[in-house]
């Protein structure tokens, strides 16, 4: 038995999915989303085993869903009415997806493709598809109590790893998300977010100083007066991203 998730801000388009979906032997419909958040939220409830998942909503998009979810994640079909640049990625990544409206011959196939496919192998098509569509995703979905919210990427300081947790941290407070650094650092824009650690990724547009510290590592003092410390390796390559060694901060010049 396929347990099913489908997610679509249009209730007409949940209606379809579930229709078809409840004539194809041996798939149950465990729930329904409208939006992120709620996505979200009842993917870590109720754990499908595959889902339905809109590219267009408004709020945060599909592939910001996806770049959220954590390991282990479901299969993952992609509805999508007129996207072609992501089109393309699942197709040149073989990770299935439903062109609006749907068809029931295509529905089934795309089903029966889930149930041939290991889940390693959906994994990486997924990620390869992440990477392709690196920079699209604007919004995080994060976790603040028991209830999930869109932070825009602008409002990310920084993100780190702490006690097992990966937590975004804004101006005046923080979120738990699902992902792991590694995970995040793939899919995040490299104009925008650098990592200094195995700890800390940062928006680079928050970094106020870089401080030369004893042992060729360094720190970082970001404008809300956060450090951070910047592991050896990296000093150099954060400078640059920076714009380039600067002799007044003591480091050596790239």
């Known amino acids: ?3 099913v998730l489908v997610i679509d801000d249009e209730e007409t388009a949940r209606d379809r999915l579930r229709q078809m979906l409840g004539a194809i032997p041996d798939v149950e419909i465990v729930g329904e ?7 979200i939220a009842r993917i870590m409830e109720l754990r499908p085993d595959l889902i339905f998942l809109d590219i267009q909503m408004p709020g945060c998009s599909g592939l910001e869903v996806a770049a959220c979810l954590p390991q282990p994640r479901p299969r993952i079909i992609f509805c999508t009415a007129f996207d072609q640049y992501a089109v393309d990625a699942f197709e040149l990544h073989a990770v299935d997806y439903l062109l609006k409206p749907v068809n029931r011959v295509r529905l089934a196939r795309a089903v029966e ?13 997924l990620e390869r598809v992440m990477q392709t ?5 604007a919004r995080f979905l994060a976790r603040s109590t028991d209830r999930y ?5 602008h409002d990310v300081v920084y993100f780190s790893s702490e006690m097992g947790l990966t937590r975004l941290h804004t101006a005046s407070r923080h979120y738990v998300l699902e992902p792991t650094l590694n995970d995040l650092e793939g899919r995040l824009d490299p104009s925008l977010f650098f990592r200094i650690s195995r700890a800390a990724i940062v928006n680079l547009d928050s ?3 870089v401080l030369p510290l004893t042992g060729g590592i360094a720190e970082v003092v970001l404008k809300d007066g956060v450090r951070l410390e910047v592991s050896r390796r990296r000093v150099r390559e954060l400078l640059q991203r920076l714009g380039g060694g600067d002799s007044s901060t003591g480091l050596p010049e790239p």
């Open 33 to 39: 989303a409208a939006d992120g958040e709620q996505a």
């Open 149 to 153: 919210r869109v932070i825009p990427q």
């Open 207 to 209: 970094v106020a100083e």
């Open 133 to 137: 569509v690196r920079g699209t995703c």
């Open 1 to 3: 038995m396929i347990r």
């Open 113 to 125: 493709q889930v149930r041939e496919m290991a889940q390693p192998e959906a994994d990486a098509g």
